[in-house]
């Protein structure tokens, strides 16, 4: 007997079918992130630096400069992570081939490099417009500027991402999630609190007022960025409101966003009891919006827990946003995103049915007994033959790949 066929045996008789899980884990999909790859850098080659409250930290050699290089990179990282992959864009990586334009005119024909890359291999995209990082953020604010002529340049942004979010969507015969992330706040108390959300709220009427097909919308909020901190126009509440009062746009929830003893493993299933799809931003947070590389920690695991408990597979939209300049790229995209399957696997791989019925029979101890029972399972044994299956190195060996391709390719990077 293989160390397979006895780990499936252990799960059988607390009566998970492994078999199952490793079919339902191979379907669900996960979104890859291109931003890991260069700093959140982008194509537009404009000078400006990353700006909005968010910061990359660290400076490892070999980051991503063009698109073929980012794309190259990605190849790598994919070729080690198990699974179904998307591939999420911002509105940043624009590939011209031809004239260049600003952000309020950008086309789907800039985007066509990323559709041929997906379609060759058979990923979906997802899609965020890009408002930071630019010249028009004035006073650190976009879409709540009190400046109308800011404002406007940002709702045509936003108006153009969803026109190039339904066009990618049709050309791939798979819905596009676009995600708008603003950074407006302030880093002192404002005297105004109520007026740059009343504009963010009339802008966003304006930028989702177009029908289109294809287009999965969503807001996603934060509690604060950095030079941001005394307040965040785009709070939780906000858009938590706002997407209930608009049906259609969704509240992303970024498990980086809340305070430290909040987590978004409660809030999935308070957001499933209203919502037909809750998207997701898994990041690890260390203290604040770090945007560290993903772990399998603890609430990494509950996460997916929920996602897997709430039978929410297909609801749950995962997406991953973390950007570490401070580790080799390709491995940080290879670490997260295999901890991500690992979790979902782990969360896949419980007795849900049996767990829950001992809960509504409030035969506690016995619930408690079977989920650290669950604990020692052989889930390596799981782990290794569904990564055999997906054709991807099971153990830490994928890491030999990694370093080939440093030495050959990323070192040679100036
Ligand atoms: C920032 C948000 C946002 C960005 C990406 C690059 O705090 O998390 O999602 O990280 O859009
Ligand atoms: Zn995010």
Same mark, same amino acid.
């Not at 790598?76 to 334009?101: C, D, Q």
């Not at 399957?341 to 049996?354: D, G």
């Given at each position: 007997?293989?160390?397979?066929?006895?780990?499936?045996?252990?799960?059988?008789?607390?009566?998970?079918?492994?078999?199952?899980?490793?079919?339902?884990?191979?379907?669900?999909?996960?979104?890859?992130?291109?931003?890991?790859?260069?700093?959140?850098?982008?194509?537009?080659?404009?000078?400006?630096?990353?700006?909005?409250?968010?910061?990359?930290?660290?400076?490892?050699?070999?980051?991503?400069?063009?698109?073929?290089?980012?794309?190259?990179?990605?190849?790598?990282?994919?070729?080690?992570?198990?699974?179904?992959?998307?591939?999420?864009?911002?509105?940043?990586? #624009?590939?011209?081939? @031809?004239? $260049? !334009?600003?952000?309020?005119?950008? &086309?789907?024909?800039? %985007? /066509?490099?990323?559709?041929?890359?997906?379609?060759?291999?058979?990923?979906?995209?997802?899609?965020?417009?890009?408002?930071?990082?630019?010249?028009?953020?004035?006073?650190?604010?976009?879409?709540?500027?009190?400046?109308?002529?800011?404002?406007?340049?940002?709702?045509?942004?936003?108006?153009?991402?969803?026109?190039?979010?339904?066009?990618?969507?049709?050309?791939?015969?798979?819905?596009?999630?676009?995600?708008?992330?603003?950074?407006?706040?302030?880093?002192?108390?404002? #005297?105004?609190?109520? @007026?740059? $959300? !009343?504009?963010?709220?009339?802008? &966003?009427?304006?930028? %989702? /007022?177009?029908?289109?097909?294809?287009?999965?919308?969503?807001?996603?909020?934060?509690?604060?960025?950095?030079?941001?901190?005394?307040?965040?126009?785009?709070?939780?509440?906000?858009?938590?409101?706002?997407?209930?009062?608009?049906?259609?746009?969704?509240?992303?929830?970024?498990?980086?966003?809340?305070?430290?003893?909040?987590?978004?493993?409660?809030?999935?299933?308070?957001?499933?009891?209203?919502?037909?799809?809750?998207?997701?931003?898994?990041?690890?947070?260390?203290?604040?919006?770090?945007?560290?590389?993903?772990?399998?920690?603890?609430?990494?695991?509950?996460?997916?827990?929920?996602?897997?408990?709430?039978?929410?597979?297909?609801?749950?939209?995962?997406?991953?946003?973390?950007?570490?300049?401070?580790?080799?790229?390709?491995?940080?995209?290879?670490?997260?995103?295999?901890?991500?399957?690992?979790?979902?696997?782990?969360?896949?791989?419980?007795?849900?049915?049996?767990?829950?019925?001992?809960?509504?029979?409030?035969?506690?101890?016995?619930?408690?007994?079977?989920?650290?029972?669950?604990?020692?399972?052989?889930?390596?044994?799981?782990?290794?033959?569904?990564?055999?299956?997906?054709?991807?190195?099971?153990?830490?060996?994928?890491?030999?790949?990694?370093?080939?391709?440093?030495?050959?390719?990323?070192?040679?990077?100036?």
């Amino acid at each position: 007997m293989t160390r397979f066929e006895s780990a499936k045996e252990k799960y059988a008789r607390l009566g998970v079918d492994v078999d199952a899980a490793l079919k339902t884990l191979a379907s669900k999909a996960i979104s890859i992130h291109c931003w890991q790859g260069d700093d959140v850098v982008g194509f537009e080659n404009s000078g400006e630096a990353l700006s909005g409250g968010i910061q990359t930290t660290g400076n490892y050699p070999g980051k991503a400069r063009t698109p073929a290089e980012l794309m190259a990179d990605f190849d790598k990282a994919a070729s080690l992570i198990p699974g179904k992959k998307r591939i999420n864009l911002h509105a940043s990586y #624009a590939v011209f081939e @031809g004239k $260049r !334009v600003d952000r309020d005119a950008l &086309l789907p024909e800039h %985007f /066509a490099a990323w559709v041929r890359f997906a379609k060759e291999r058979g990923y979906g995209i997802d899609f965020n417009p890009t408002y930071f990082s630019h010249p028009m953020v004035k006073d650190g604010l976009t879409l709540s500027s009190p400046d109308v002529k800011v404002r406007q340049f940002w709702i045509r942004h936003g108006i153009a991402c969803r026109r190039i979010a339904a066009a990618i969507a049709k050309e791939l015969g798979t819905p596009v999630l676009n995600n708008v992330w603003i950074p407006d706040g302030y880093k002192h108390t404002p #005297a105004d609190r109520i @007026g740059p $959300r !009343v504009r963010l709220a009339d802008s &966003l009427d304006q930028i %989702f /007022a177009e029908k289109l097909d294809g287009v999965i919308d969503c807001v996603e909020s934060k509690v604060f960025g950095i030079g941001v901190e005394s307040y965040t126009v785009g709070s939780n509440e906000f858009y938590m409101a706002y997407a209930a009062r608009h049906p259609g746009v969704y509240n992303l929830l970024d498990n980086g966003h809340y305070h430290p003893t909040e987590v978004v493993s409660d809030k999935i299933p308070a957001l499933l009891a209203f919502f037909d799809k809750v998207p997701l931003h898994v990041t690890h947070p260390v203290r604040w919006d770090s945007d560290h590389v993903v772990l399998l920690d603890d609430e990494l695991k509950e996460i997916a827990k929920e996602i897997v408990r709430c039978d929410a597979l297909d609801k749950v939209l995962i997406g991953l946003d973390y950007f570490d300049a401070s580790i080799n790229r390709v491995a940080a995209w290879v670490i997260g995103t295999r901890n991500m399957e690992k979790a979902l696997l782990m969360a896949l791989l419980m007795p849900h049915a049996r767990l829950k019925a001992l809960q509504d029979a409030g035969s506690f101890t016995e619930m408690m007994m079977l989920d650290e029972e669950c604990k020692t399972l052989p889930f390596g044994d799981i782990w290794e033959a569904y990564c055999e299956m997906q054709g991807v190195p099971a153990d830490a060996s994928w890491f030999d790949a990694v370093k080939e391709y440093e030495k050959d390719i990323l070192s040679k990077r100036a």
